[in-house]
T-cell receptor
Framework: DTEVTQTPKHLVMGMTNKKSLKCEQHMGHRAMYWYKQKAKKPPELMFVYSYEKLSINESVPSRFSPECPNSSLLNLHLHALQPEDSALYLC?????????????FGSGTRLTVV | GQNIDQPTEMTATEGAIVQINCTYQTSGFNGLFWYQQHAGEAPTFLSYNVLDGLEEKGRFSSFLSRSKGYSYLLLKELQMKDSASYLCAVRGDTNAGKSTFGDGTTLTVKP
């Protein structure tokens, strides 16, 4: 299995809703990431988990809450989002956080906040 | 901080060779990555350079000069399916896994 699986692929939510994005990999990778990508822009890092511990939070608003239940799963809990949070949310994993490791990206969740 | 520059758009002909440049200014350097991203899809890893020189992988090659803060991605024997955005990403001065992406170069391959 060489994939990162993200669900759902598309999500529409209201500003008062609570929803969660899910990411799963079975490659034995010990680092997992959440990136946000707006249209025609590069991915921007949100969070890094290394060995199931949060190692980087790029000053992301608290309405985004990451969770890493085990080494294969990464969740992103969403609450009280704003329309400007609409974007493609990409999960990625790598063997470790060392420089030699490239990312394997999931296909993303396209989120629309109404 | 990190500053990564790439051309916004490039056009090339099927069967030709194209070089996509990337210049960077970072507070540290632990490697440079190239990713390919087709419209509406996730990025896919193409190459990694940390030492000066050329890394070749099939039709794709990537070059790095650390002293010049410069890299390029070379695509040979272009195919229509190579039309995509090509993202240069730099790993900075920590080993914390963070990569900062350039804005990407949109390559259009024409018949």
């Amino acid at each position: 299995d060489t994939e990162v699986t993200q669900t759902p692929k598309h999500l529409v939510m209201g500003m008062t809703n609570k929803k969660s994005l899910k990411c799963e990999q079975h490659m034995g990778h010990r680092a997992m990431y959440w990136y946000k990508q707006k249209a025609k822009k590069p991915p921007e890092l949100m969070f890094v988990y290394s060995y199931e511990k949060l190692s980087i939070n790029e000053s992301v608003p608290s309405r985004f809450s990451p969770e890493c239940p085990n080494s294969s799963l990464l969740n992103l809990h969403l609450h009280a989002l704003q329309p400007e949070d609409s974007a493609l949310y990409l999960c990625a994993s790598s063997q470790g956080t060392g420089a030699v490791y490239g990312y394997t990206f999931g296909s993303g969740t396209r989120l629309t906040v109404v | 901080g990190q500053n990564i520059d790439q051309p916004t758009e490039m056009t090339a002909t099927e069967g030709a060779i194209v070089q996509i440049n990337c210049t960077y200014q970072t507070s540290g350097f632990n490697g440079l990555f190239w990713y390919q991203q087709h419209a509406g899809e996730a990025p896919t890893f193409l190459s990694y350079n940390v030492l000066d020189g050329l890394e070749e992988k099939g039709r794709f090659s990537s070059f790095l000069s650390r002293s010049k803060g410069y890299s390029y991605l070379l695509l040979k024997e272009l195919q229509m399916k190579d039309s995509a955005s090509y993202l240069c990403a730099v790993r900075g001065d920590t080993n914390a896994g963070k990569s900062t992406f350039g804005d990407g170069t949109t390559l259009t391959v024409k018949p």
